[in-house]
């Protein structure tokens, strides 16, 4: 069945860079975009930006400058880098399959805190 | 980019109501627009796509109607494991999710 995890540090210091790994199966990473969607504490959802099948990617342009989401298909795990953090950073970062009609399935969530 | 408005922010229900949520986009969307649920400590689950279409295994008392920028989510018996965060979700243009409906029992 199709399922994903995320995974990454916790805990992060301000302008350190974050790096998570979200790894993937039951699809393939060739066929199917993945995206990643952060959520602060008690607040909404808020799309971060997507690795489609062919390896394009498209970012929200309030992150883009910050962001970079990469994918080694053979171990089926998607990356997300993101530099210069900031305590508004804070919050728990979900990759989900992504789809053309939207997010399908979700991974359980990391949370990541940034605090000095 | 495209903003998203859920009205109303809280809900409060008793089971067996029908409920309506609501979500207005600031420019037409079509019906490119999904509903997600999300329970406490949980990720979200896709519950409706492309406005009406029913994702599998979703329970058919969820439903959803509109085109262009007004959308409803509707729950025609309410149950207490609907009690959840609403958000809605568009995918016209960069995507965007709205501010969420929290649903809770009267």
């Known amino acids: 069945q199709v399922q994903l995890k995320e995974s990454g540090p916790g805990l992060m210091q301000p302008s350190e860079t974050l790096s998570l790994t979200c790894t993937v199966s039951?699809?393939?990473?060739?066929?199917?975009?993945v995206g990643w969607v952060r959520q602060p504490l008690g607040k909404g959802l808020v799309w971060m930006g997507t690795i489609w099948a062919g390896g394009s990617t498209n970012y929200n342009s309030a992150v883009q400058s910050r962001l970079s989401i990469s994918r080694d298909t053979s171990k089926s795990q998607v990356f997300l880098k993101m530099n210069s953090l900031q305590p508004e950073d804070t919050g728990t970062y979900y990759c989900a399959r992504h789809r053309v009609y939207g997010f399908d399935y979700w991974g359980q969530g990391v949370m990541v805190t940034v605090s000095s | 980019d495209i903003q998203m408005t859920q009205s109303p922010s809280l809900l409060s229900a008793s089971v067996g109501d029908r409920v309506t949520l609501s979500c207005k986009a600031s420019?037409?969307?079509?019906?490119?627009l999904n509903w997600y649920q999300q329970k406490l400590g949980e990720a979200p689950k896709l519950l409706i796509y492309y406005t009406n279409s029913l994702q599998t295994g979703i329970p058919s008392r969820f439903s959803g109607s509109g085109s262009g920028t007004d959308f409803t989510l509707t729950i025609s018996s309410l149950q207490p494991e609907d009690v959840a965060t609403y958000y809605c979700?568009?995918?016209?243009?960069?995507?965007?999710f709205g501010a969420g409906t929290k649903l809770e029992l009267k």
């Open positions: 979700y568009q995918y016209n243009s960069g995507p965007t």
């Open positions: 039951g699809f393939s990473l060739t066929s199917n975009g």
């Open positions: 420019q037409n969307i079509y019906k490119y």
